[in-house]
Structures are given as C-alpha cells and as structure tokens.
C-alpha cells in the first residue's frame, strides 16, 4: 500500500505559481516578441568552442562546394542564389545536415515568386526535396511548411500537401495543423486560419525527437493521480499534432514586434519547437528558402549550426541585418542576466 507520498515540490507544472500558461491563459492574437527568452539564454563553454570549431570546417567545405557566402558568423552561413543549384552541390560534396525546415513559394504569385503550372510547380518541389533526402544524415528530418493554391478547375484552395506529401523519398511521419488566429478574412468561402507542416524523417525506426524540450505546461489538471503517482509528466504534455503560435502579424498597433520587412516570415516560437523536436545541440541546419531567416536566428539562438540559402538579394541583407541585431539583442540580454 502506497501512504504519505510527499509531495514532490521539484514539480514544474504542479501549481498555479508555476504553470503560468493555467493561470494566465494564453492570448492567441497577442503580438510576440522579438525574440522568446529561451533564445537569448548564454551557452556553456564547451558550447560555445565546439561551435567555433564547426562553423569553420563547414564554411570550409561548403565555400569548397558552393563558393563564397554571402555572409559567416557564428555559425550562421547565408547563401544568395538558386536552392536546388546549392543543394545538389552539397549532395555532390557530400555535405550533410541533421534538420532542414522551410516554407517554400507556394505558387500563389507573391512578389518573391512566378508562378508555375501546378504539374511544373510539383515537378520543382521533387527537385529540391529529392535533394535534401541525399543532404540528410541517416537519423535527420525535415519539416516542410505548406499552404495553398488553386488547381484551375479543380478547386480554390487545395492543400498544398495533397500535392506534395509522397514526392520525396522521405517518410511521413505526420501533419501538424498549425493554427493562428489573425489572417485574411474573405466573403465567398471560410476565412483560412491554419497552415501544415509535414513532419518527415529519413529513417522512420530511428530519428532525433526530443519530447521532453517541448512538452507543453498547459496541464488542466496537474496533480490528478493514480495508485499514488502523478498522471502526467511533470515537464508537462506531449504538445499534440494541433499548435497554437500568432502568425507575424503587420498593421498599426497590431504589429508583431519580430516583424521584419520580409512577408511571410516564421514566428521564432513555431520554429524554436521544430528545432527543439529535431536537433541536438551543435547540429546542421538547413532553410533552403531562407527568406528573413527566422529558422536562422532561432538555430544560433538554440546552439545550432545554421545554413540559409535564399534567392534575393534584398532579403539576404535584411536577414543579415537581423542576425546582426539578434546577436546584438543578446549580448544585451546576457550583460543583464549577471547584473542580477
Ligand atoms: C515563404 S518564403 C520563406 C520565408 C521564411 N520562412 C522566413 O521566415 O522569412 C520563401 C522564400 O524563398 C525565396 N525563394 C524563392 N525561390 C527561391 C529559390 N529558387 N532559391 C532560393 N530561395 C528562393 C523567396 O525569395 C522567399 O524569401
């Protein structure tokens, strides 16, 4: 018989105090921030040498393979030019990665892309996602965010993943909804308020998941036992297949404050739960389209190695511009991390 179990006080999400996300709900149309805290944080030293080390053997390889970046610092390497002309360069050189995540053009006419067919637009996925098959490590990832286009005649907004989902050599492991509460609003059909990301791994009995970096603390009842143990886990719950993350919001008053001039950036906090989920500490990473490189500042943030390859030259100086005010944005933040 199990009597007089103390309590375990080292519980995370054991009262109101501590899980914050009960007490103070969470508020879906809140502006974020410019950066969440868990970015900012200092790395230990061993870190911190072991990503110094990397960063110049990778720039090595890859300006062998590729050429010049256009930028190298710190472990973050942005390239300028075509993704599936750098891509199969590195599958050519051998240079592999643990993680890529990306959203590519969705084919719906945005000032950064020309729309295709849609058989010519699946035809080009294939070659770029075939590519970062052969550029994946044997335990790595890759998570594919998508919308939607119109098939002409056939329907206005098809899932991009009912084109794409089986065109690479990937697995699938599983869609994740994400879903957001401000976006367009439209007259004629339901106003769109989610995107998917296709969760894939290259080998589906043995890849990096880190369950434990993203459990979620929003536990309705935490102290609820059975026979005397705690039901769940004290880190918290499996965060689930349906994420709640603001979009980048612009507007007066109304503007995320990690809005950058790019349009249709990540927010961090969606991509810092992707890397948490895919990647140890000083892995690769890769974002083919990198745009204002959010999976960029989130990888550095998070101790990765980060490589960015983006078409747009206006793009790539406003993610280095970026990059270089995180990096500022942190130094700051740890400065007043030791005052106190
Ligand atoms: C959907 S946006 C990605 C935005 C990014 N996730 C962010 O957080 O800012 C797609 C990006 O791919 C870039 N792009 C389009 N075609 C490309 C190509 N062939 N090679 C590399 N980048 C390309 C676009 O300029 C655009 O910045």
Redesign the pocket.
Known sequence: MQIGIPEDRSRKIATKEYNTYVANGIDKHKPTAIAPSSLLCPFPIDLKQKLDEKHLVVEKSLHRAIGKPFYSDNGFILYQ????EFLEKMADNEIQVDLTL????YNIGKE??SPLDVEDYIKWCEKWMDKIYEITKEYGSFWLNVGYLEVPQKGLCVPIPYLLWNKSKFYLLQEVVWHYGAGVSTKRHLSPRNEKWLFYVKNPKNYTFNLDEIRDPNVKYPNQKKDGKYRCNPLGKNPSDVWEFPKVTTGIKRSSKERTG?P???PLGVVERIIKTSSMQADMII?????????GIAAYGLGRLFIG????TE?CQLAVDRFESFKKKRRIAQSQMKLF
């Open positions: 030019g075509d993704s599936t990306t959203s590519p053009p950064y892309e790019h249709a950036q990540f974002d083919p389209f990198a745009g204002s490189v959010s999976a390859i983006e078409l747009k793009y």
